[in-house]
């Protein structure tokens, strides 16, 4: 069973659906960081969180520590929004903090 | 503040020869961690280097190694390089401490012929 489970692997949606991305990990973390990572192109961190909520633009990811979940939300989705979205954790044990463990990756399409 | 670069972008080699690639940090960061990319694995973390030190190490063969220099600037080196090689190799710098956010570079994609 992989640590870091991510889903759906593939989501198709029209522009300006409401879009939920969704991460479960298996063991305690220091931290969770959500990725963006565009077609041929390097890796963005969107978002890093250890528990709650945070927002930027129309990008909103929440944590839930006790149920070892977190989701990834696009608000009003637009076709520049396509791309991979991995989870990525920290884990808390062996002094490994800096160590990040992946998710398979998301593939968002967002069709006009 | 400029952001993570890595040098080169793209790289071709055969199989067997050994190959070095750069990473320079963010300035201020003391920590680089070097990931490997691949169709088949995904994401997978190879090392990281704190203060010229390797602080953690993934399960990758001997082949692959790394290095951090004074300036926090990083190397990593892959020898005897082999088809299966054949990647996109990222590197990401953060201040250091526990849980902090990881800033990645561009990656340099290696083809190994």
């Known amino acids: 069973k992989n640590e870091v489970e991510q889903s759906p692997q593939n989501l198709t949606a029209q522009e300006g659906e409401f879009i939920t991305i969704n991460c479960s990990y298996s063991v305690g973390i220091s931290a969770l960081h959500w990725l963006q990572q565009h077609p041929g192109g390097g890796i963005v961190s969107l978002f890093m969180l250890s528990s709650g909520k945070k927002k930027h633009g129309r990008l909103i990811a929440t944590i839930n520590i006790q149920e070892k979940h977190s989701s990834l939300h696009i608000t009003a989705s637009h076709p520049r929004d396509s791309a991979v979205y991995i989870c990525a954790v920290g884990f808390l044990y062996g002094g490994a903090t800096n160590k990040l463990i992946f998710g398979t990756g998301t593939l968002l399409a967002v069709q006009p | ?113």
């Open chain 2, 1 to 113: 503040k400029a952001g993570v670069t890595q040098t080169p972008r793209y790289l071709i080699k055969t199989r067997g020869q050994q190959v070095t690639l750069s990473c320079s940090p963010i300035s201020g960061h003391r920590s680089v961690s070097w990931y490997q990319q691949t169709p088949g694995q995904g994401l997978q973390f190879l090392f990281e280097y704190f203060s010229e030190t390797q602080r953690n190490k993934g399960n990758f063969p001997g082949r692959f190694s790394g290095r951090q220099f004074s300036n926090s600037r990083s190397e990593m080196n892959v020898s005897t390089l082999e088809l299966g090689d054949s990647a996109l190799y990222l590197c990401a710098s953060s201040l250091g401490g526990d849980g902090n956010e990881q800033f990645f570079g561009p990656g340099t994609r290696l083809t190994v012929l």
